[in-house]
């Protein structure tokens, strides 16, 4: 790897690897929201998006599909989020991911 890339550049390709996931309806979904929204997150918004992207794909899929909501309010909230952001969003772009 080069020097001339920062810590921040490797954190940030090593979060847009972790938010592709085995299912297309996921990546439509984790790819925009990192790409648009988590750079004006908070900080602890961020480590919330973070600790999400460790949870099972089957998981995600229930829960950013509106089929049940994360008992844990911090998780509840940044999914919220993601959900909030692809409702309000034209994601036509993420067509071919």
Not at 30 to 39: G, K, N, S, T
Not at 41 to 50: H, I, M, T, V
Not at 52 to 61: A, G, I, N, S, W
Request: charge should be negative.
């Amino acid at each position: 790897m080069s020097e001339d890339i920062s810590a921040d550049e490797i954190t940030r390709k090593r979060l847009h690897w972790h938010s592709r996931r085995g299912m297309w309806e996921l990546d439509l979904l984790l790819v925009p929201f990192l790409e648009h929204c988590y750079d004006g997150l908070d900080s602890s918004d961020q480590a919330a998006y973070r600790a999400l992207l460790d949870e099972e794909d089957q998981d995600l899929f229930m829960w950013l599909m509106r089929r049940q909501w994360p008992e844990d309010p911090t998780r509840r909230r940044i999914v919220k989020m993601i959900v909030e952001y692809a409702e309000s969003t034209g994601n036509d772009q993420y067509r071919t991911l």
